[in-house]
């Protein structure tokens, strides 16, 4: 089997033609002429920790769950020992909440906050650095073939962001294998629908890989190793602070990931280059992704 070649599918992928997630716009292109496109959907969804209100985000709305779970996790407001007994999701009035079986500490913390569908800093970062202080990540090994095949997959898989741009993927992998991708119009709602994923499936991960199609943020690398993921990779560039962190809490960070190329500014030695670079094919133009709008 090539090294490029699968070994099985996606246990959750993107689903670009599903009706609910994109609307049919019409407009003019640059010759004035008449035409239709798809565009992202966008929907508030606000999440309650027990009776507390905790945050509005701005979302496509799939995995509702996955996402307040997630986030109350990378947050640090779902410590390892609080019990979850329940996920409500109210479609109707776009609220799910996520009751512990005992009260948390956390739920007096925050005032009611709104994060935007855009790249602005994330709600309680404070708490979110803090929370690096005890993590420890594992020494996993990461082959360089491991990485090569993961992108060759992964930009060829159909989504959103091919379909409508405007949008960010996340990618949980298992060495050569995507296992998990969400899609969000906010890159970290996409890494917090794959925390509440592995939260509610109880998935380890220390063996894991993080792709993502957006920016190595400081938030997105602090979100990675809060959930005990060593190594964050990317087709897109690096934020000096997001290396900073990355070196202090000893992840593997890998940015501009195309073709035969990449750049690792983190964990270095995590990688084993087990495979000549030029024995890569060359990304061919009709899979290079485009920027997210």
Same mark, same amino acid.
């Given at each position: =089997?090539?090294?490029?070649?699968?070994?099985?599918?996606?246990?959750?992928?993107?689903?670009?033609?599903?009706?609910?997630?994109?609307?049919?716009?019409?407009?003019?292109?640059?010759?004035?002429? +008449?035409?239709? &496109?798809?565009?992202?959907?966008?929907?508030?969804?606000? &999440?309650?920790?027990?009776?507390?209100?905790?945050?509005?985000?701005?979302? &496509?709305?799939?995995?509702?769950?996955?996402?307040?779970?997630?986030?109350?996790?990378? +947050?640090?407001?779902?410590?390892?020992?609080?019990?979850?007994?329940? !996920?409500?999701?109210?479609?109707?009035?776009?609220?799910? !909440?996520?009751?512990?079986?005992?009260?948390?500490?956390?739920?007096?913390?925050?005032?009611?906050?709104?994060?935007?569908?855009?790249?602005?800093?994330?709600?309680?970062?404070?708490?979110?650095?803090?929370?690096?202080?005890?993590?420890?990540?594992?020494?996993?090994?990461?082959?360089?073939?491991?990485?090569?095949?993961?992108?060759?997959?992964?930009?060829?898989?159909?989504?959103?962001?091919?379909?409508?741009?405007?949008?960010?993927?996340?990618?949980?992998?298992?060495?050569?294998?995507?296992?998990?991708?969400?899609?969000?119009?906010?890159?970290?709602?996409?890494?917090?629908?794959?925390?509440?994923?592995?939260?509610?499936?109880?998935?380890?991960?220390?063996?894991? &890989?993080?792709?993502?199609?957006?920016?190595?943020?400081?938030?997105?690398?602090?979100?990675?190793?809060? =959930?005990?993921?060593?190594?964050?990779?990317?087709?897109?560039?690096?934020?000096?602070?997001?290396?900073?962190?990355?070196? +202090? !809490?000893?992840?593997?960070?890998?940015?501009?990931?195309?073709?035969?190329?990449?750049?690792?500014?983190?964990?270095?030695?995590?990688?084993?280059?087990?495979?000549?670079?030029?024995? =890569?094919?060359?990304?061919?133009?009709?899979?290079?992704?485009?920027?997210? +709008?």
């Amino acid at each position: =089997m090539s090294k490029l070649q699968k070994k099985s599918g996606y246990l959750i992928a993107p689903a670009p033609g599903n009706p609910r997630l994109t609307r049919a716009v019409t407009g003019t292109d640059h010759l004035g002429q +008449q035409t239709e &496109i798809a565009v992202v959907e966008e929907r508030p969804l606000t &999440i309650y920790l027990n009776r507390q209100e905790i945050v509005t985000a701005m979302t &496509i709305g799939d995995y509702p769950g996955y996402l307040a779970l997630g986030f109350l996790k990378n +947050q640090g407001m779902l410590l390892p020992d609080d019990v979850v007994t329940r !996920v409500d999701y109210d479609e109707e009035v776009e609220t799910v !909440v996520v009751r512990t079986e005992i009260e948390t500490s956390h739920e007096e913390k925050l005032q009611k906050k709104t994060r935007t569908s855009g790249c602005a800093v994330g709600t309680v970062f404070g708490d979110m650095m803090a929370g690096l202080e005890n993590v420890s990540l594992p020494a996993t090994p990461v082959k360089t073939s491991w990485l090569y095949a993961l992108a060759h997959e992964i930009n060829r898989t159909p989504s959103l962001y091919l379909e409508a741009g405007a949008i960010h993927g996340t990618v949980l992998c298992h060495q050569d294998r995507p296992l998990v991708y969400m899609e969000d119009v906010g890159r970290h709602n996409a890494v917090d629908k794959i925390a509440g994923w592995m939260l509610s499936e109880r998935v380890e991960a220390a063996d894991k &890989i993080l792709y993502t199609t957006g920016r190595l943020t400081s938030e997105m690398v602090i979100k990675t190793a809060m =959930m005990g993921i060593p190594v964050l990779a990317s087709r897109s560039g690096f934020t000096a602070w997001g290396v900073e962190i990355a070196r +202090q !809490v000893g992840l593997t960070l890998i940015g501009r990931m195309r073709g035969q190329r990449f750049v690792c500014l983190a964990g270095e030695e995590r990688l084993l280059r087990d495979v000549d670079p030029k024995a =890569m094919p060359e990304e061919e133009r009709k899979h290079r992704r485009k920027s997210a +709008q």
